[in-house]
């Protein structure tokens, strides 16, 4: 009880949460074991991070800087505007598409929302977009990103449960894709009643070439890199660091666009963004072991089975739990101390374990952008200095499509599974 | 208050400063590492078994150590509704309630990771003969690392508030 009170009071004051689950942990230690046990804290800390495979995280982190740099982000965007740009809501649209586009290059929803925040949306609003509407694209799309691979948190998720990156990989392709799809639809159908505006010609298709041709290049990157990954040739973290070779000669000797100093500053974010969710991956170890040495995980899967034998209710329940919890926490903690927890309880009820895992990351990438404590909302918020009360109201319609993406993906695990099964993962 | 400010903030930033270059370092060689593993699994047979394990240890280096930079840029983030919505005096009672817990707690971890760096010295990894104490020592050095910086920013964000109260 100590344990969980300090948990929720240290977080409910505000402590960064990677201190909150080491301290918590650190308690539960204590109180199990005394000063012995207070040993294992750092044992646990060390042991929580050695693993190879979350060094795709950093890698991918680092190939997505350079992309970034070296002006990637705005050779995809005029590509996506050159095919659908010319609709109305154009650029609402090649926002969305960009957002596919870009997803194979990155793996976290806040980055993206960060780099098209500060790009797509002064754009939109020069268009005419109002600001907010802007927004409200820019974060139901920026969850694409982490959906479709590379993902960060299915790297994250397929290392701790022992789940196959390659198999999560593959069946995040169809969910990214249809909330693509649905958010176009939504555009589309609201466009008239949202009076978006409809600017430009329907581009001849020699311009469309001309697009496709100068964004090739970093087209090609996610072809690389999944191909590598699901056709079993390489470990995601070796196609990881290849990604980032492909990267580095693309930004260096195709656009010149990199300099010594560039490349620096790049390392350092690298580090950076990486330290910060290593110390809640190491923290929440610490949490961890005295989760498991209370037999935590399996009290809360006994009381899940105890409210419905039904499968399906234990689905919405798992789901409901993941959207709450999500709204609050940071998505990195709540998917290391809840996949422990969940997994067992999704196996018990008969789902494959990388349909539960997507379903897992993608609820929770979902609740990135649920008020009150979005992620990408506060940073959407802070990059535009558009208020977040108003992009939250503009953002509900594509929540709700949202929503209605994870249900499908939850309750019907064939079409999740359908391209892994594919392949043979 | 004025100089405590300009101390501090100068300290930190320069020990910022070396710990991301030092951090850019270890990244470097890890994706080195890593490159040269993967050429000489599926390229030119190198007879080297080590990259995967060595590329560990540089990780959590690079990491642990890139976490007083978060420190430092206050990156570590927790939740801020209640603590936003708080009375001023309050607020900044509990934020600086905040930076001392982060202080105990790399404090603490800086004490039991010594004894695991120490306890490491009897433990082999099997590469290169080495023993786990320099592996290990990656958890105590960056927590006194982030536990310093923890104090200097605090300091530095603290005296900021006081001169600019000041000043009101």
């Known amino acids: 009880m100590m344990v969980l009170g300090c948990f929720f009071g240290l977080m409910l004051i505000g402590l960064p949460i990677g201190y909150v689950l080491g301290i918590a942990g650190m308690i539960g230690m204590f109180q199990v074991g005394g000063m012995d046990f207070m040993n294992m804290a750092a044992q646990r800390f060390f042991a929580g991070l050695d693993l190879f495979t979350f060094m795709a995280m950093p890698f991918f982190i680092l190939a997505g800087e350079i992309m970034n740099r070296s002006g990637i982000t705005e050779k995809i965007v005029a590509f996506a505007d050159a095919l659908v740009g010319y609709l109305r809501g154009g650029m609402a649209h090649s926002n969305m598409l960009a957002s596919v586009l870009f997803a194979g290059m990155t793996g976290a929803a806040v980055s993206d929302a960060a780099a098209f925040g500060n790009t797509l949306v002064p754009a939109m609003v020069k268009k005419g977009y109002s600001r907010p509407f802007a927004c409200a694209v820019t974060a139901a799309g920026s969850i694409i990103g982490p959906t479709i691979p590379p993902s960060n948190l299915m790297v994250i998720y397929g290392s701790l449960m022992g789940v196959s990156i390659a198999g999560l990989f593959a069946a995040g392709i169809i969910p990214g894709l249809l909330i693509c799809l649905l958010c176009m639809a939504l555009i589309a159908a609201c466009g008239r009643r949202w009076k978006l505006p409809k600017s430009g010609q329907r581009p001849s298709l020699l311009l469309i070439i001309k697009a496709f041709r100068s964004s090739i290049l970093a087209l090609t990157m996610p072809v690389i890199i999944l191909g590598a990954i699901m056709t079993g040739v390489t470990t995601p973290t070796e196609a990881a660091a290849i990604a980032v070779f492909y990267a580095l000669f693309v930004g260096i000797f195709v656009y010149r666009a990199l300099s010594f100093n560039d490349i620096l500053e790049m390392l350092i974010r690298t580090a950076r963004i990486t330290g910060v969710v290593f110390l809640i991956i190491a923290s929440a170890s610490i949490l961890g072991w005295w989760l498991t040495f209370m037999q935590i995980p399996q009290a809360i899967t006994a009381w899940f089975l105890s409210m419905s034998s039904n499968p399906q209710v234990i689905i919405a329940l798992i789901l409901l739990l993941l959207l709450g919890i999500g709204m609050f926490m940071d998505i990195n903690a709540a998917l290391i101390i809840l996949a422990p927890v969940l997994a067992p309880l999704t196996m018990k009820i008969g789902m494959d374990p990388v349909h539960a895992g997507v379903m897992i990351v993608l609820a929770l990438n979902i609740s990135l952008m649920t008020p009150p404590v979005g992620a990408c909302l506060f940073v959407l918020a802070s990059v535009t200095g558009e208020k977040l009360e108003k992009i939250s109201v503009a953002l509900w319609p594509f929540l709700l499509v949202e929503t209605l993406v994870l249900l499908v993906i939850a309750f019907w695990s064939d079409l999740t599974l359908y391209v892994p099964r594919l392949l043979g993962l | ?168």
């Open chain 2, 1 to 168: 208050m004025q100089n405590i400010f300009n101390l501090s903030s100068r300290f930190s930033y320069r020990l910022n400063w070396l710990t991301e270059r030092l951090c850019a370092l270890l990244v470097v060689l890890m994706v080195l590492d890593v490159w040269v593993g993967i050429l000489s699994r599926y390229a030119v047979d190198l007879q080297i078994t080590w990259t995967e394990e060595l590329a560990r240890y540089l990780m959590i280096w690079a990491s642990l150590l890139a976490v007083s930079c978060g420190v430092y840029y206050r990156e570590h983030v927790g939740l801020m509704l209640v603590l936003e919505a708080l009375p001023r005096r309050v607020h900044y009672a509990t934020r600086l309630l905040i930076d001392l817990l982060g202080l105990g707690f790399f404090l603490i971890l800086c004490y039991y990771g010594i004894n695991l760096s120490s306890e490491g010295g009897s433990q082999y990894a099997t590469i290169f003969n080495m023993t786990m104490t320099l592996p290990y020592a990656a958890v105590p050095v960056s927590a006194a690392l982030g536990a310093l910086q923890m104090l200097l920013v605090s300091v530095r964000d603290f005296s900021a508030l006081t001169v600019r109260e000041v000043a009101q």
